[in-house]
């Protein structure tokens, strides 16, 4: 039985070690070109939102559409902004619109997409932010005005951000 041991605890660790780099311990939001090339990644807390904020053409002022990652995809959730008027959606049944804080909000979307494509904007300075507070990446220090960049979210794990911090 002895001569077993030592495979045996070779085995236990080494299982040991691709649970712990391999389970998914939350979610990453990437940023990508038609072309599959990541731009950009960010881990997200549970229940945090990821924001794509642009400037309205018409009114000029802040557009911030939030999205919630998971299950391999992008959830729409909610939008505001501080100017109602021109190209700004009417709430339909279900959804809330309500005034706070400065800005108003239309909550209760649920449109859920793989990757939600956006082309880099010209005028409108596209930029993402993670959670309420998060610094923004913008777009077009990503890509050059009039390209597509699809942001998606997939499961982060250990062996996953190791794995991306290997390739070139």
């Known amino acids: 039985m002895k001569r077993y041991r030592r495979p045996l605890i070779a085995i236990a660790i080494a299982a040991a070690l691709t649970a712990v780099t391999c389970w998914p311990m939350g979610w990453r939001v990437t940023v990508r070109n038609r072309a599959g090339e990541l731009k950009y990644a960010a881990r997200v807390k549970r229940g945090q939102l990821?924001?794509?904020v642009f400037d309205?053409?018409?009114?000029?002022?802040?557009v911030e559409d939030g999205y919630e990652p998971g299950d391999g995809c992008v959830t729409l959730r909610e939008t505001r902004f501080r100017h109602y008027g021109a190209g700004i959606p009417d709430p339909e049944p279900g959804q809330t619109f309500e005034a706070r804080d400065g800005y108003y909000a239309i909550?209760?979307?649920d449109v859920r997409m793989p990757t939600q494509w956006t082309f880099v904007g010209h005028v409108a300075d596209h930029r993402l932010r993670v959670g309420e507070d998060g610094e923004a990446v913008h777009y077009?220090?990503?890509?050059?005005p009039?390209?597509?960049l699809g942001l998606?979210?997939?499961r982060w794990s250990l062996?996953?951000?190791?794995?991306s911090r290997l390739r070139p």
């Open 107 to 109: 909550t209760g979307y």
């Open 152 to 154: 998606s979210a997939d």
């Open 56 to 62: 309205h053409s018409v009114n000029r002022s802040p």
């Open 146 to 148: 009039g390209e597509a």
């Open 159 to 163: 062996w996953k951000e190791i794995m």
């Open 50 to 52: 990821v924001w794509i």
């Open 140 to 144: 077009n220090q990503l890509a050059r």
